[in-house]
């Protein structure tokens, strides 16, 4: 009982930590693009928003260990420098205004642009699949 009870304590910290990095991301987006942020914190907090919302990494996740691990080291020292080198009041701003997009109604046509995308994979797969077996050599 005391288990799982701490692990309900961790999963729900685990969880609070995992909406506060996805909401910094786009905080040092805005940063990024904001006339406001220093050069220097502006460049920080593009590199490290881009590198997080990125498909490619610097070590591919497929290799143990390391793959994760620039994920867990990386992104948070990038957004740990990029707000220390960014005003608090203007953090704040952005962090109001980074909570303000998370809570807008999610994209219909992202939903639907990834939907075709991946019946038309599948239609390929299929049509492709469907060739080979059905043509007499």
């Given at each position: 009982m005391i288990l799982r009870k701490r692990l309900s304590i961790l999963a729900n910290r685990l969880k609070a930590a995992a909406k506060r990095l996805k909401r910094?991301?786009?905080v040092?987006?805005?940063a990024a693009r904001d006339p406001e942020t220093p050069l220097a914190a502006r460049l920080v907090a593009f590199l490290t928003a881009a590198y997080a919302l990125s498909p490619v990494d610097l070590i591919p996740d497929f290799i143990p260990l390391l793959g994760l691990l620039d994920d867990l080291v990386l992104v948070p020292a990038g957004i740990w420098l990029a707000l220390r080198l960014i005003p608090g009041t203007q953090i704040s701003?952005?962090?109001r205004q980074a909570e303000e997009i998370g809570?807008?109604?999610k994209s219909l046509l992202g939903l639907v642009l990834v939907v075709a995308?991946?019946?038309s994979g599948l239609?390929?797969?299929l049509y492709a699949t469907s060739s080979r077996l059905f043509t007499a050599r």
């Open positions: 910094d991301v786009v040092l987006w805005l701003r952005l962090r809570r807008q109604s995308i991946w019946m239609t390929l797969l």
